[in-house]
């Protein structure tokens, strides 16, 4: 189970920045939440600068939403 270090929310709880305090080094990870999937979809930023971080989950936000959206599988 992650534990959570960090932990930031964003749009409404779709989108979950945080580094996980199990893992080693202090790189962020994003939990992202789309409309329409069954589960959401946890990913590495692979980015230790939190600006970055979240420019990265915002972009995968964006484009599983516009995939779901037009019918794209995932």
Do not use: H
Request: net charge positive; glycine share 6%; hydrophobic share 40%.
């Amino acid at each position: 189970m992650t534990t959570y270090a960090n932990l930031q929310i964003m749009k409404d709880g779709a989108i979950r920045i945080y580094q996980d305090a199990d893992l080693k080094g202090d790189i962020w990870q994003c939990k992202v939440r789309v409309p329409g999937l069954k589960q959401p979809v946890i990913r590495s930023t692979k980015s230790t600068n939190f600006a970055e971080a979240v420019r990265y989950a915002e972009e995968l936000y964006l484009d599983l939403l516009v995939k779901v959206r037009s019918g794209v599988s995932i």
